[in-house]
């Protein structure tokens, strides 16, 4: 079974990715993911929020956003996708993650469809 494990960081975890103390953040996830080798298909780390744009759409006018996007302490920071046995394997590794520390880590199930690109567009 595959989950998202979606990562959530505040601001000044954001800070800390380039700032005096990268060194350490980053060596916690470097860790955290040498010990998920195997287990990950796919992991992303996200720039800022501020970096980021929401579009929004109604009809055929569209709305473009500039971030931050949520008044949350947490912005979404990054995805890390999981092959694990059941949903509880799935939290035991999300709990073992270092922005658990100081963020927020949701669980969610993958949901795969078969949609091609013709039928989107």
């Known amino acids: 079974m595959q989950f998202a494990l979606l990562i959530y960081e505040s601001a000044g975890d954001f800070a800390r990715r380039q700032g005096p103390d990268a060194a ?5 996830w ?3 993911s040498g010990a998920l080798e195997g287990r990950t298909p796919l992991g992303v780390c996200l720039q800022a929020p501020e970096t980021g744009v929401v579009l ?5 006018t569209r709305q473009i956003t500039d971030g931050p996007h949520s008044d949350s302490p947490e912005q979404l920071g990054g995805v890390i996708m ?3 046995d059941s949903v ?3 939290l035991s590794w999300a709990e073992r993650c270092p922005a658990a520390l100081n ?7 993958l949901q795969f469809i078969n949609v091609s690109v013709e039928t989107i567009i």
Not at 56 to 60: E, M, N, S, V, Y
Not at 103 to 109: D, F, Q, Y
């Open 24 to 28: 350490a953040y980053w060596s916690n």
């Open 88 to 90: 509880e394997d799935a």
């Open 82 to 84: 999981l092959d694990m």
């Open 30 to 32: 470097s860790a955290y």
């Open 56 to 60: 929004r759409r109604a009809g055929d």
């Open 103 to 109: 963020g927020a880590i949701e669980v969610r199930p």
